[in-house]
């Protein structure tokens, strides 16, 4: 595990963290290229994560497509095994349902089912998340389904200085990548050093440190769990947060770690509870961690629904700063 | 007398001579492995290509080592077409750790990164979109390397067909695209799920030439994709063949093909694109009978030793399963 370099030289939102590393690598190595649906030079990326990118790199470079997730992805698929390093955009999360075959039996397989022969250099950047009252076709969060799937890593950064140097280290990565975004942490903003720097896979970070409970969050849940360790911490209650960072691979050590510290874990997602990520990671705790384990582990997830859109509905259904709050508390109640 | 073909002329005799050979080299290869596996030495099923020789042989006697495939379940064909080594082929599809893929992948999954085939994809459809993304690389490479894509019939009704092929065209990206019509998708008669009589037609749709071939008349096919892929390399984009064939044996190896009627096989059969390029051959003086005859007895031993290589190499070790499933773990 690894703690942040406090190299601060300025605050960046996560969208120009993102869009930083694309250019840097665009201009590191003639091999990365963008392809993906409003990308280019009209619309500068749905959320313009890309924006400026195709005037400055061409548009040979930074492709618009047609609305066809399928050929995106195995377009990039094709690409990547032959000696190309693509980056495919997929507008939301939800519609990589539309490519999921490429995805899930080309991309993630290439490498093994051929016995080692070609790999798939590629990265598929999409963002998850809801609280943007967007509805059950724009708001999932659906990375258990990559988790699970071997031949795929998987980011799932929640700050603009993870963004940046988790995707810098995605580009040079010689398997498949599925990048996952978060779209309301899109507008926060982070310190983010002026010069290069990567983050390896597989290196969670400790976003707080405390001795009573661990919490496990990604994206926006960590942004979430931050605000709740504040309130607690008023109350003399400190928690540990711990952002994996990489889904795969797992930091499984320092998840394992602080639980065997804190003794008590409390795992925040907004992904559905069931089969959810928060299931793998209280499987390995019980696995790992069991004896260490002072009260059972909690799971505060999606109640297993699709995204509703009033904000009412919706705010129900996502896990907020108070539900957080409760967690914590109802562990050390138990 | 087998049913007449196209005249040769113009062809390079060295041309036709090597098609003949790499005809019979997937014939009598398949062969072997259908006698293989009545010996149950073959894991799995199989998915034959006897019958449809001339479509894989005729589209890659244009391409060079540099260019690449993309193929599908029914796909040994096309590897050796594309220049497979046969012991390595025989070996995968027995599961031996020699194979091209270490035993990874089967009859339905063989790749040979060396010579450009990227490899044999089993989902129906899945390998459109990635021999488009193949044609993008050899363009932003900008390399004159073109991509020939294999799928059947059943294929050209996903999506995937849809998408692959108007990104093609709107990007005119160095690709032909070779439907190998074999009227059948399993059991569903192509004309069942489809309402028109020429796959090729949809080409017009997406803004590229569409073109319908005898799949059985090997220099038919070959002239028709020497004009696709000098139009592909040259960068005037893509092409649809449609190339009209037929298996001999059923859909896989457990099936009898009873769907189909007695004088529909009766006549593919009287079509066989090999006999029918044997004839033509002698007939126009490039081959004489015994020359013919001998170019089958070394292709016969060559698949002979094919079996002995793969039946006396090693299985992978069981904890060999655990590789390969990423370029570096961590």
């Known amino acids: 595990m690894s703690r942040r370099v406090e190299t601060v030289m300025r605050k960046l939102t996560y969208v120009e963290a993102l869009n930083e590393a694309l250019r840097e690598e665009m201009k590191r190595d003639e091999r990365v290229f963008l392809i993906g649906e409003d990308i280019g030079p009209f619309w500068d990326g749905a959320f313009k994560v890309t924006k400026g990118l195709a005037r400055e790199f061409g548009t040979e470079r930074v492709r618009d497509t047609p609305i066809s997730e399928s050929c995106i992805v195995g377009a990039a698929v094709g690409a990547a095994m032959t000696g190309m390093r693509p980056i495919a955009e997929i507008m939301f999360g939800d519609l990589l349902t539309l490519a999921m075959d490429q995805i899930a039996n080309q991309a993630a397989k290439i490498h093994y089912m051929f016995g080692g022969q070609l790999k798939v250099p590629v990265v598929i950047r999409s963002p998850f998340g809801a609280g943007n009252s967007i509805a059950a076709h724009h708001s999932q969060s659906l990375e258990a389904w990559f988790m699970h799937t071997p031949g795929l890593k998987v980011a799932v950064p929640s700050t603009a200085y993870d963004a940046k140097g988790l995707l810098k280290t995605a580009i040079r990565d010689d398997d498949p990548i599925m990048f996952f975004e978060h779209k309301i942490c899109y507008t926060t903003k982070s310190s983010v050093p002026d010069g290069e720097y990567l983050i390896p896979f597989g290196e969670a970070d400790m976003k707080r440190e405390g001795d009573d409970v661990t919490i496990f969050a990604t994206f926006w849940m960590v942004h979430q769990s931050l605000k709740a360790a504040e309130k607690l911490s008023r109350r003399g209650i400190e928690v540990e947060i711990i952002d994996p960072r990489t889904l795969v691979p797992l930091d499984k050590n320092a998840i394992v770690e602080s639980v065997r510290k804190t003794g008590r874990l409390l795992i925040v997602e907004e992904d559905c509870k069931t089969c959810g990520v928060g299931a793998e990671i209280a499987a390995i705790v019980a696995e790992e961690a069991f004896d260490f384990i002072e009260s059972p582990i909690k799971r505060i997830a999606e109640p297993d629904t699709p995204i509703p859109f009033s904000p009412v509905l919706e705010n129900f259904v996502i896990p907020d700063e108070k539900a957080i709050v409760k967690g914590v508390e109802d562990l050390l109640k138990a | ?330």
């Open chain 2, 1 to 330: 007398m087998p049913v007449d073909i196209s005249d040769t002329e113009g062809i390079e005799k060295e041309t036709l001579v090597c098609m003949y050979r790499k005809l019979l080299e997937i014939r009598r290869f398949e062969e072997k492995v259908w006698d293989l596996f009545g010996r149950n030495l073959v894991p799995g099923t199989l998915h034959l290509y006897i019958g449809e020789e001339a479509t894989a042989v005729g589209v890659c006697a244009n391409l060079t080592v540099d260019d690449y495939i993309t193929s599908t379940h029914r796909g040994h064909g096309h590897c050796i077409a594309k220049g497979a080594n046969l012991n390595k082929t025989m070996a995968e599809i027995l599961g031996r750790k020699t194979g091209y893929c270490k035993g990874k992948g089967g009859s339905m999954h063989v790749a040979d990164a060396a010579v450009g085939n990227l490899g044999a994809t089993a989902v129906v459809g899945s390998a459109i979109p990635i021999a488009v993304g193949a044609a993008l690389s050899c363009k932003l490479r900008k390399t004159d390397r073109v991509v020939a894509c294999f799928f059947g019939d059943g294929a050209s009704n996903n999506g995937t067909f849809h998408e692959a092929l108007n990104m093609a065209a709107v990007w005119r990206l160095p690709v032909v695209f070779v439907c190998e019509n074999n009227i059948y998708a399993m059991g569903t008669r192509i004309s069942n799920v489809t309402a028109i009589d020429n796959i090729a037609d949809r080409a017009a749709g997406y803004g590229m030439p569409g073109v319908v071939v005898d799949g059985n008349d090997v220099v038919a096919v070959y002239r028709s994709a020497k004009t696709a892929v000098k139009r592909a390399r040259s960068g005037g984009g893509p092409t649809l063949i449609e190339c009209k064939t037929y298996h001999h044996k059923g859909h896989s190896r457990f099936d009898p093909a009873k769907y189909r009627p007695p004088e529909e096989v009766e006549e593919w059969m009287r079509m066989d694109p090999i006999p029918r390029f044997k004839a033509k051959l002698i007939q126009e003086g490039i081959l004489k009978k015994e020359e013919a005859e001998e170019i089958d007895r070394m292709v016969v031993e060559a698949v002979e030793e094919s079996a002995r290589f793969a039946l006396e190499s090693p299985f992978p070790e069981a904890e060999e399963a655990l590789e390969d499933v990423l370029v570096k773990a961590s």
